[in-house]
């Protein structure tokens, strides 16, 4: 990703990513999203491997714009992105950002963020998820411990932060589109509608004119890394459920107690609210793009490029696994309980029986041998009379 400052300067140099560094980067095998995590300790863990997202299988695409440079075409620079929670409260942000950031539909804009003349620009979504154009990892980290940590904005903090990082390239001479993993920002054409692009916009270090198409793949992106997100929570969640049938197998019992299995279920159910429910969820298009069909067609290409809908698909069949898995467990409770009900319900008709017994067994046994006494003198006047 490149920064316009009067002229095209690159931030940090990437020629030494050739044809066949890109053609290396399509033929990684296919893993999850890219995740890395703050450093927390004097001690530096090993970094994860580089995941091959659904863009980076088509990283071929692009190589005709790495390889061949044209005197319009600025240098490669970064889109960096970074998830660290499930999601921020937008409201708490004003008072910590940097001077010259402002609203800008569902996020929050910072037209200028850097340092030692390395200046990109940030956009903060409330799905958790900060998208840094022209900034690398560092400086998205830096970001998001000096503004959205400080300001107390992260709800329900993520163990992991999930990042992914793509690249772009600005052409004047070219329109504005995603090739492979390499977004190409361009001709533009002007919004729909007036409302769409706020006036008086701070200057920033990229240009004004392609504002709302990076608009648009950062909240393509801000939704893959969120989603990624889920994808890693849920993963745990079927891990640590993953010994119940074994248990079922080996004890005939599940293993978990009534109390252990409602909270799994809240769980679960946390996990389909965040995915269908939400107000920020996978499924519903922004509203912004009702109206920009353009806008709406950036947003659209890089979402399909990075296959939410199949991932989304692939979350809910999980989901559903998962609920009927436990509906057999809350069945089995069911059962057990209600057979340790029956049990209890016996045992109390036993100790009553137990109880009578004692209390009026003497007179039932006198009753008894008065009886028995009282028949032969009762035979005995028959025989006189």
């Known amino acids: 990703m490149n920064i316009l400052r009067g002229s095209f300067r690159p931030l940090r140099s990437f020629t030494p990513r050739s044809a066949t560094a890109s053609c290396r980067v399509a033929s990684l095998p296919r893993t999850t999203i890219a995740r ?24 071929s695409a692009s190589l005709p714009i790495r390889s061949n440079p044209t005197p319009t075409r600025s240098s490669i620079q970064p889109v960096f992105t970074l998830t660290t929670a499930e999601r921020y409260a937008l409201g708490r942000l004003p008072a910590y950002l940097p001077a010259g950031a402002r609203s800008l539909h569902d996020a929050w804009w910072v037209p200028r963020w850097g340092a030692d003349g390395a200046e990109g620009e940030v956009f903060v979504f409330g799905n958790g998820s900060i998208v840094c154009w022209g900034l690398g990892e560092a400086e998205a980290e830096r970001f998001a411990r000096d503004v959205v940590s400080r300001a107390k904005a992260e709800i329900a903090p993520l163990r992991e932060p999930e990042t992914e990082d793509l690249e772009f390239v600005m052409d004047p001479s070219e329109k504005t589109r995603l090739q492979g993993d390499l977004i190409i920002l361009g001709q533009t054409p002007p919004p729909e509608s007036e409302e769409t692009l706020p006036t008086e916009l701070p200057p920033s270090v990229l240009p004004q004119e392609t504002l709302l198409a990076r608009y648009a793949y950062s909240q393509a992106l801000a939704r893959s890394t969120a989603l990624s997100a889920l994808e890693v929570s849920l993963e745990n969640y079927l891990s640590s459920m993953a010994q119940l049938p074994d248990s079922l197998v080996r004890l005939g019992r599940p293993g978990l107690g009534r109390v252990a299995l409602v909270k799994k279920l809240g769980e679960l159910l946390k996990f389909r609210q965040g995915l269908n429910l939400n107000r920020e969820n996978f499924y519903d298009t922004p509203d912004l793009y009702w109206a920009e069909p353009v806008l709406e067609g950036y947003f659209n290409a890089l979402s399909n490029a990075l296959e939410m809908k199949a991932r989304i698909m692939s979350v809910n069949d999980k989901i559903t696994y998962a609920a009927e898995m436990q509906s057999v467990l809350r069945s089995l409770l069911t059962e057990t309980s209600g057979h340790r009900m029956e049990l209890i319900i016996i045992a109390l008709i036993a100790v009553e029986v137990v109880i009578c017994l004692i209390r009026d067994g003497p007179e039932l046994w006198h009753m008894v041998i008065d009886d028995a006494d009282s028949e032969p003198q009762t035979h005995e006047k028959r025989r006189v009379h």
């Open 36 to 59: 890395r995590t703050f450093a927390t300790n004097s001690e530096e863990k090993p970094p994860k491997p580089k995941a091959s997202t659904p863009l980076r299988r088509t990283a």
